[in-house]
């Protein structure tokens, strides 16, 4: 009997934010042991990601690794990726700006890789950045653009909905309430990056650069958003470049997908129905393509209903909060 996307995938993450959970108690004693921070995230990321993640993928049989879309790109579509990074910076900053002048906290999103950075003297520090950046890329990309966007896909759920869901499930794993607006707005630039460029290592470029941006950059613009002589020049200044960048951005994603439409690849793309110019469209005919057009909206509605009223997707989201709320 085969098991639908819209259960199987959200009870596989639920196992990922149980085992996420019970690694924080093994970090702890790892790095209080005397162990190198980094050796301790890329053992806890093993644990938590990978290990867990090529299980699902036996289960599901020979060949399912080629589905995942985890191939190389053309230097043509690096502008795409580079640019999708720079959106997803400068909307970090917008949202984070939104939540301190609202009363959040003023902690960096990556702080929690603040104190063993800071520790790190010379010749250490490049390599742990290295790790901290990367490893969690590598990991939570595999597992979340990879895997999921392809069972979504393979069960007809559609972009929109794979795209949403994946990038809430992925937010969710970090168990924060602030940084979840964050983590859902870079899951859905992963998302759209690895649609127009058909590949999953294009977000993990994209991820891996975010990461980079938190680890070297992010303590300094936070100071400066968060000082309120520069509140005002600050986000006049991320707002511009936001509409600038996303504007380049799209442009990019166009130019791909115009690209790939004629040397016939396949896009991502809804089909519109139109009459030829200067035809008079069959009546019956139009009138069983409109019966086909309700039917694939109905269709479309109940998967909808089905993938976002899963239990297993019901129970990734009251699991998170029973972390968040009910275990601390």
Do not use: W
Request: hydrophobic letters at 50%.
């Amino acid at each position: 009997m085969k098991v639908r996307a819209s259960f199987l995938s959200p009870l596989f993450v639920l196992i990922l934010y149980i085992l996420a959970l019970a690694s924080g108690l093994l970090q702890d004693k790892l790095i209080s042991g005397g162990n190198d921070p980094c050796l301790s995230v890329i053992i806890i990321s093993m644990l938590v990601y990978i290990i867990p993640a090529i299980i699902f993928c036996r289960l599901k049989g020979v060949g399912y690794s080629a589905k995942l879309n985890i191939k190389l790109f053309s230097p043509g579509k690096l502008g795409c990726v580079i640019m999708s990074s720079l959106v997803l910076i400068c909307g970090t900053v917008l949202i984070r700006s939104a939540q301190i002048y609202l009363g959040g906290t003023k902690e960096p999103v990556f702080s929690m890789f603040g104190e063993y950075l800071n520790a790190a003297q010379g010749a250490e520090f490049l390599p742990k950045a290295m790790a901290f950046a990367v490893v969690p890329a590598i990991c939570e990309e595999f597992v979340f653009r990879a895997i999921l966007l392809t069972e979504y896909n393979e069960g007809g759920f559609g972009a929109v909905t794979a795209s949403v869901i994946s990038s809430l499930l992925s937010a969710m794993m970090f168990f924060d309430p602030e940084k979840l607006p964050v983590f859902f707005f870079c899951g859905i630039i992963c998302c759209l990056v690895t649609y127009v460029t058909g590949s999953s290592l294009t977000a993990f470029i994209v991820h891996m650069l975010f990461g980079f941006y938190g680890i070297f950059a992010e303590k300094y613009v936070t100071r400066a958003i968060i000082n309120p002589s520069n509140r005002v020049i600050s986000l006049f200044t991320f707002s511009l470049l936001f509409l600038v960048l996303a504007f380049i951005m799209l442009s990019e994603f166009e130019h791909i997908l115009r690209k790939n439409g004629k040397s016939g690849v396949p896009t991502p793309s809804y089909r519109l129905k139109k009459a030829d110019d200067g035809e008079t469209p069959d009546v019956a005919a139009t009138e069983e393509e409109e019966e086909g057009t309700k039917k694939v909206i109905g269709d479309r509605t109940k998967m909808n209903i089905e993938a976002f009223f899963s239990p297993t997707f019901l129970l990734c989201i009251l699991f998170f909060a029973a972390a968040v709320f009910g275990f601390s």
